[in-house]
């Protein structure tokens, strides 16, 4: 028994979807605190106009009833409220009437940082656009959606995530973070950041050793990198561990089965070792500038200045809530493949029974 998440929509389409499958029956899910983590990753100093513009709410389509799961696929949606402006640019089927609204001219000029010159070589695209609306970070906002599916199913064996802030424009005060966005958003420039998320409560044995894919470091760096832009990733103490001697690198175990550190982050040999699981995820500053750079015309294949759209100076705080999802859905995934169930209850039952087992408590 595992979970699956297949998401499908474009940045301006009409909507963000989620099939989330895998889920217990019996999961009672809570409306308002998943439109709050969606309103959680819409917040953040620095962010654009389009943030006022939508207004993250969830849809269910199937798989929920009165609330509670029903052990079938959860359909999610989140309508995207700017289609209205891009409704002929960006219709699923082939427009009808006259050109109007965004989206209309073809995208030709690659952006430097963004999935456009990649995708276009990629796919044989002649429109860049045909690329760029799906690698575009507003689909986030649909895995966060799912990510709070999982954070509450998480809660039911106790297990909680929360994702912070560590430093934006390698400040790690919060008024030196701000003055350093306005500093970038006068010069048009962006920032980047690192996040941290730590998650509670997660017992040893998630994971496994036995083979590369079921690792649980690997898996949590593998779903905080397919976060856009995210460029590097590390477990507690990360690459700080590379500049250390082994006698000081390690968590020794005291009675009781705890450590007095954790430079591990909660994971050894690919499996959770009952301390806090902590990783980080580093931003580099966002691609779209207002000051563009230099690239390609696709079309022509003559030099270009990139285009300027409407961009975020920095999206750092957006990202921990966006990280905080992620690592949350792949713990769930963990769990789910470790005590398994049906129902809710049998999902529950069967953790109980596993620490029932092992000599191991929850802090």
Same mark, same amino acid.
């Given at each position: ?212 894919? &079921? ?5 949590? #760096?593998? /779903? $905080?990198?397919?976060?856009?832009? *995210?460029? !590097? %990733? +590390?477990?507690? @103490? ?58 390609? &015309? ?5 030099? #270009?200045? /990139? $285009?300027?759209?409407?961009?975020? *100076?920095? !999206? %750092? +705080?957006?990202? @921990? ?43």
């Amino acid at each position: 028994m595992t979970l699956a998440l297949t998401t499908a929509g474009e940045s301006h389409g009409p909507a963000l979807v989620a099939i989330l499958t895998g889920l217990p029956a019996g999961l009672v899910l809570d409306r308002a605190a998943i439109d709050h983590d969606l309103h959680r990753r819409q917040q953040g100093y620095g962010r654009s106009a389009r943030q006022r513009i939508e207004h993250d709410e969830v849809e269910v389509l199937g798989g929920l009833r009165h609330g509670r799961t029903l052990g079938t696929p959860l359909g999610l949606v989140v309508r995207n409220r700017d289609h209205d402006n891009w409704a002929w640019g960006m219709s699923p089927w082939p427009p009808d009437g006259e050109a109007h609204g965004k989206g209309t001219e073809p995208v030709t000029v690659a952006r430097p940082g963004h999935a456009d010159l990649a995708g276009a070589l990629k796919y044989g695209l002649r429109d860049t656009r045909d690329a760029l609306e799906r690698a575009s970070a507003r689909h986030t906002a649909v895995t966060v959606a799912a990510g709070a599916v999982a954070k509450t199913l998480l809660a039911a064996i106790g297990v909680t995530v929360a994702g912070t802030v560590v430093e934006i424009g390698g400040e790690t005060d919060e008024q030196a973070q701000r003055e350093a966005t306005d500093s970038a958003r006068a010069d048009r420039d962006t920032l980047g950041g690192i996040v941290e998320v730590s998650a509670t409560g997660v017992p040893p044995g998630l994971g496994s050793y036995a083979t590369r894919d &079921d690792r649980l470091d690997a898996r949590l #760096a593998a /779903a $905080l990198m397919g976060i856009q832009a *995210v460029k !590097a %990733v +590390e477990l507690g @103490a990360g690459a700080e561990l590379a500049r250390r001697r082994g006698s000081d690198a390690h968590d020794e175990i005291v009675p009781g089965l705890r450590r007095t550190t954790n430079r591990a982050g909660g994971v050894e040999g690919g499996v959770s070792n009952g301390e806090p699981v902590v990783v980080r995820a580093a931003m580099k500053p966002l691609p779209t500038l207002m000051r563009p750079l230099g690239t390609v &015309d696709l079309a022509s294949g003559e030099r #270009a200045q /990139a $285009l300027v759209e409407r961009s975020d *100076v920095a !999206a %750092v +705080e957006a990202l @921990a809530v966006v990280a905080e999802a992620a690592v949350a859905w792949e713990l769930a995934r963990a769990a789910r493949e470790k005590f398994g169930g049906d129902s809710l209850d049998d999902f529950v039952a069967a953790h109980r029974a596993y620490l029932e087992r092992i000599p191991w408590r929850p802090h």
